[in-house]
């Protein structure tokens, strides 16, 4: 079965750009969304589709994915960006996620 | 806009069979399919299957095949998931969520259900 690895934690200065990586076979040819989960929240999606943005989501919130590895960038961090995210994609008519990445803003 | 709203907490005894309901609104129900997520205390997310909106076709993880059941009901807008032979190991969060290959997900509140003795 497809597997999705993520960091366990990522942290940032105040300010400074935060990039959480999902690693993933191929995982360029797949269609990567980007979810963020607050403690006690449902997950919200950051980014749909590799690096599109839903409306209400600032544009500090961006997405890449390419080769074996899809990216999602929090640029200028803020203490109201700490939260869990998570990777998830379609494979074999079935959902994907990834482990989980704790971002962590100093 | 897309709504999806769950049912109340449960609290069950193992071996018990609980039922989580997700009322949808805001979309056409029979063009999506639901997926139903669940997330154990301090854990990630845990994909158990999916229903299609459309037709009822569905296609449940390996590891709960034989003790989920995921339905749904057009007329209200309702798809349901029925879990058997709880454990404690099946305490979590539930979740719905509309989630589609190329578009946004949207996802329901959430249902609480523990087991324990």
């Known amino acids: 079965s497809y597997e999705l690895a993520q960091p366990l934690s990522v942290s940032v200065a105040l300010g400074q750009t935060a990039r959480i990586t999902c690693g993933g076979n191929?995982?360029?040819?797949?269609?990567v969304h980007w979810f963020q989960q607050k403690p006690g929240q449902a997950p919200v999606v950051v980014i749909y589709?590799?690096?599109n943005r839903p409306s209400g989501i600032p544009e500090r919130f961006s997405g890449s994915n390419s080769g074996n590895t899809a990216t999602l960038t929090i640029s200028r961090a803020q203490a109201g960006d700490e939260a869990d995210y998570f990777c998830?994609?379609?494979?074999?008519?079935?959902?994907?996620f990834g482990g989980g990445t704790k971002l962590t803003v100093l | 806009q897309v709504q999806l709203v769950q049912s109340g907490a449960e609290v069950k005894k193992p071996g018990a069979s609980v039922k989580v309901s997700c009322q949808a609104s805001g979309y056409t129900f029979t063009t999506y399919s639901i997926s139903w997520v669940r997330q154990a205390p301090g854990q990630g997310l845990e994909w158990m299957g999916w229903i299609s909106g459309y037709n009822g076709d569905t296609n449940y993880a390996q590891k709960l095949q034989g003790r989920v059941t995921m339905t749904t009901d057009t007329s209200t807008r309702t798809a349901y998931m029925e879990l058997r032979s709880l454990r404690s190991d099946d305490t979590a969060v539930y979740y719905c969520?509309?989630?589609?290959?190329?578009?946004?997900?949207?996802w329901g509140q959430g249902t609480l259900v523990t087991v324990s003795s």
């Open positions: 969520a509309r989630l589609n290959q190329l578009e946004i997900g949207y």
């Open positions: 998830q994609v379609w494979d074999s008519n079935t959902v994907v």
């Open positions: 191929n995982i360029g040819t797949h269609n």
């Open positions: 589709r590799d690096r």
